[in-house]
């Protein structure tokens, strides 16, 4: 598949301290980027237990270093990882620090159904809207028939979260999409829509009010926005 889906050569700039360049944006929220995938793999893994749906092979679409397989292997006890990036500077480092899976280059990996769930954060507001029903398909082929995809993507109806992404080198042209959008592109894909939820309202000195946000996910104002699709039986 292109190469030409993701922005590679920025993150193979930014490999070696791609963590550190978030973490420096999200400080303003008073929490580091562990803090958020956890509570993003969490969300999914309630998701998914909702619907008895065991998570054997589990696709990182967009795994940069490889810093979500141990998150999501403790959280959805997965039995197979695999993480796809375009960066090779990232999955250089991803084989360096992480031994849970395999690590491959989206062009070198060939989708064959053998997936149970898909993770994918961030990801696709640094895909050209013209390459992204490619990228679609690319997910679509890799599930299992009856299996999930989990979409996350920053929400650009949240001021904050325009602010952090134009402190993050790496974000600050990135051409973001509405959860509408989100779900229409995945629907267009052959998907059905489980359900769209919006996280991350409040922030750390606030977090005695972090209860309340399930009660809010159905509206469009949290940090992040997570789309759960399923490829049809």
Known sequence: MSSDWSQTADFDLYAGHYDDSINKALSLSGETRDHFAIKRIEWLAACLKERDFRADVVMDF????????????????????????????????????????????????????????????????????????????????????????????????????????SKIPFDRDAITLKATEAAALVKSGGFSILRIDHLFIFPRWLSGLRGLERYASGFPVGAQYQVLARKPL
């Open 62 to 165: 967009g795994c940069g270093t490889g810093s979500a397989a141990p998150i999501l292997q403790a959280t959805l006890g997965m039995s197979s990882y695999i993480g796809v990036d375009t960066s090779t500077g990232s999955l250089d480092v991803a084989r360096k620090t992480c031994n849970l899976g395999a690590f491959h280059e989206i062009s070198e990996y060939n989708p064959s159904q053998e997936v149970d769930v898909i993770y994918c954060n961030g990801v696709f507001h640094h895909i050209q809207p013209r390459e992204r029903a490619g990228a679609v398909d690319y997910l679509y082929r890799s599930l299992k028939p009856g299996a999930i995809l989990a979409l996350w993507e920053n929400n650009p109806l949240n001021p904050v979260t325009r602010y952090m992404m």
